[in-house]
């Protein structure tokens, strides 16, 4: 019998003590315990029984660790295990690349991607809360520990394999630090049961446990190539253009906003393409499910409006903006034509073209990619 199914019939042993208790009071040849009675025979039931919701909250906390961390059984991988299975997998997508990497680049880059990815994991399936606090916390402590695993120094190239090695290694060392962020909040029985099943539920859920690890991977060596190709800091947007694709970037072109005259600017992304420039090809598709707003890469869209004959010459409105790794906007007034500007105010619930864009932006994000009715993330 495994370790987990063990707990299942210990807790609903637990659970069924109730009843024989009920039918011994009556049973001939037993004593009854009237309201005035001894008070000698309730003390030690409630000793009993605090010493019965001990046990069981040591055995519960023991389980959680072994969910979380792995107990070395093939049959009983933990949420680690499982994380280390898709460093693997993505590694061999990335081995596509010829991209090398400094390491304080890759270092602050994974910080920005672990904890994120780590707690989305978590509120996509139960909500914000202990959980989430506890995987946020796993993939910084991860990400805290690369420095020591690369052996410091900025000027170490990393090409993905290496990069997959040393991640592994850095979440075998950093990983289990946070368990304690679960086994700490188990003091009581409830809450207890309460860590106890989330977390063997969390563990069940190998696929949703893989694909968050492969797109936390992701999103630290999309935000490393930014810093190696345009010399900013990972949290930054880099100094190329809005307008078109980078590399380091997410980029969302061919976005149409269409003015009326009575009615307000309408926004059109059935031709929009969506584009990341320097990953493989077979890493790609991890972005294709993902919802622009928990991609914590910078991403750019860009898109234009009805063209406006000035004299002779047809001049084209466009409009470019970013969004930072963090999720804040990046509005610059030199992106966006004075002819875009016009239109875009009057997107419905606009008061200025700069909301326009945030309206544009909003549009995209809630959705997946592939929900959004993209076929594909291109190169």
């Known amino acids: ?90 590694t061999g997508l990335l081995s596509h690349s010829d991209q090398s990497l400094g390491t304080q680049v890759l ?14 994991l978590a509120a996509s399936t139960f909500g914000a809360g202990l959980l989430a606090a506890a995987l946020i916390a796993g993939s910084t402590a991860a990400a805290s520990e690369l420095p020591p695993v690369l052996g410091g120094g900025g000027g170490l190239g990393l090409d993905p394999d290496q990069f997959g090695s040393n991640y592994k290694a850095a979440l075998r060392e950093g990983w289990p630090k946070s368990v304690h962020k679960l086994t700490d909040q188990m003091d009581d029985i409830e809450s207890a049961k309460k860590v106890h099943h989330g977390t063997l539920a969390l563990r069940r859920n190998v696929g949703q446990i893989k694909n968050n690890m492969r797109s936390e991977m992701l999103d630290a060596w999309v935000n490393a190539l930014k810093v190696k190709n345009q010399g900013q800091t990972p949290e930054a947007m880099g100094g190329e253009s809005f307008d078109k694709k980078t590399t380091g970037r997410l980029h969302f072109e ?15 992304i059935s031709d929009m393409k969506v584009k990341l420039a320097g990953v493989p090809k077979e890493a790609r598709p991890q972005m294709f499910d993902r919802k622009p707003k928990d991609i914590h ?15 002779r010459a047809l001049v084209h409105t466009t409009f470019s903006f970013g969004i930072h790794p963090s999720g804040t906007p990046r509005i610059r007034d030199e992106d966006t034509s004075s002819f875009a500007k016009s239109q875009l105010k009057h997107i419905d ?26 076929e594909s993330v291109e190169g």
């Open 254 to 268: 061919n976005i149409k906003i269409h003015p009326h005259r009575d009615d307000p600017t309408t926004i059109d």
């Open 1 to 90: 019998m495994s370790r987990e199914h063990h707990h299942h019939d210990h807790h609903d042993h637990d659970h069924g003590h109730d009843a024989p208790h009920a039918h011994a009071a009556s049973a001939p040849g037993k004593r009854t315990l009237t309201a005035g009675g001894s008070s000698e025979g309730s003390s030690q039931g409630a000793e009993a029984s605090a010493a019965s919701d001990k046990s069981r909250i040591k055995k519960m906390k023991q389980t959680v660790r072994d969910a979380y961390v792995g107990s070395g059984d093939f049959d009983q991988k933990g949420i680690l295990d499982h994380k280390l299975d898709a460093v693997q997998e993505m």
């Open 349 to 374: 619930g606009a008061k200025t073209w700069e909301d326009g864009l945030l309206a544009i932006w909003n549009r995209i994000q809630g959705q997946s990619i592939r929900s959004l009715g993209v």
């Open 107 to 120: 270092v602050t880059a994974l910080k920005i991607g672990a904890a994120a990815a780590g707690g989305a």
């Open 297 to 311: 890469v910078a991403r750019t869209i860009e898109g234009e409006g009805q063209p406006k004959l000035v004299g």
